[in-house]
């Protein structure tokens, strides 16, 4: 079983009120520290879940819920703290030469790309699939300044051990965000990049979405539970339908609330839904120099804080088939297909439409190049 590094950086200080988030202990750290990798290890067998009368609890590693492929670890040093990142990366039997990178979402894990790699690695892609910090099977840091930049770093140190220079990028959700800032960061290292439903098509706080604090990100976060992220999912991924493959990834986010790490998951979560709404990326798309494929659901209306965005501003907001044209004008290489009736997660709710869109796509280039 792997354990939880540095644990003294988890300690949590008492609750307060009953409404209020709780106090934390912060280590201060007074520079941020690139990540320098060691060798990647493999992660032992997860320990089982426990069984309550909700549904599967699991530990704040997502300890309990089995990846479809083996996850290994990467352990590395980053603001003064020695973390890992669980990952993927599933060889093909035939290499094309090529390796694919998938950027989860903020509520997705690695595991949710599990068709996306079957089909990747039939056409003989190696993929490589990371859980970020703060995500699923990964470490979560009581105090960590977290930012697009860094994440970004720690997946460019995480390809460096494993060998790995250039790569077609895949980002979706929140992955899309911070596959924008990996291309920025790192554009000769980036082959094509794919953003599958990307959030952080419009600047939200621009367009009068309120602010509110990482406490009281918290005290929503805490609130967490199946039913809440069955009703959301269905309405904003799925576009109204609902299908029984769709409930391992409800079970998958509510078992980490169910479990003895509920506080230590709904801290980090708290302070990756600040990251996003305060690292807009939107006004440097058209920087992006590398071939960019844009598979856009036309039926999602995501957008961070809509629910507690005054209903003028509210009415504003995740219009995508708008957001994915003017995202598609604004790259200078950009392809855009549209899926008239899908929503967030086309890759999961439409799985054969996306992937031909997207395999099609990425031969086209290659042929290009």
């Not at 911070?178 to 920025?184: F, G, P």
């Amino acid at each position: 079983m792997r354990a939880i590094l540095n644990p003294t950086l988890a300690r949590f200080a008492p609750f307060v009120a009953a409404l209020s988030a709780a106090a934390f202990c912060h280590a201060a750290f007074a520079a941020e520290t690139e990540a320098s990798s060691v060798a990647p290890i493999t992660a032992s067998s997860p320990q089982a879940a426990t069984q309550t009368p909700e549904g599967p609890a699991y530990g704040p590693e997502l300890q309990g819920f089995e990846y479809p492929h083996p996850v290994h670890d990467f352990a590395f040093v980053s603001q003064g703290q020695t973390l890992h990142m669980a990952y993927m990366d599933v060889q093909p039997a035939k290499p094309n030469g090529r390796t694919a990178v998938l950027l989860h979402g903020k509520n997705f894990c690695a595991a949710t790309w599990d068709a996306t790699i079957r089909e990747l690695h039939a056409a003989g892609y190696r993929v490589i699939a990371p859980d970020q910090i703060g995500f699923c099977k990964s470490s979560k840091p009581a105090s960590y300044q977290f930012s697009f930049q860094q994440l970004a770093r720690n997946t460019h140190a995480l390809l460096a051990a494993l060998g790995v220079h250039d790569a077609t990028v895949i980002g979706h959700s929140t992955g899309g965000m911070l596959a924008v800032r990996y291309a920025l960061m790192y554009p000769q290292e980036t082959e094509q990049l794919v953003l599958v439903n990307p959030i952080g098509l419009e600047d939200w706080k621009a367009k009068g979405v309120p602010s509110i604090s990482v406490d009281d990100w918290y005290a929503r976060e805490l609130k967490t539970n199946a039913d809440g992220i069955r009703r959301y999912e269905q309405a904003t991924y799925y576009a109204g339908q609902w299908r029984p493959a769709y409930e391992p990834w409800v079970q998958m986010l509510a078992g980490m609330y169910r479990g003895p790490g509920k506080a230590q998951v709904a801290w980090d979560s708290a302070l990756l839904y600040d990251m996003i709404y305060t690292q807009p990326v939107v006004s440097e798309l058209g920087k992006l120099q590398m071939p960019t494929l844009l598979l856009i659901g036309d039926k999602d209306t995501t957008a961070i804080g809509k629910d507690f965005s005054p209903p003028e501003v509210r009415e504003k907001l995740g219009h995508y088939p708008e957001l994915g044209k003017a995202a598609a004008k604004a790259i200078p290489h950009a392809t855009l297909v549209e899926f008239r009736e899908l929503g967030h997660a086309p890759q999961m709710q439409d799985p054969q439409a996306l992937h031909k869109a997207l395999l099609d796509w990425l031969a086209a280039d290659s042929e290009h190049q």
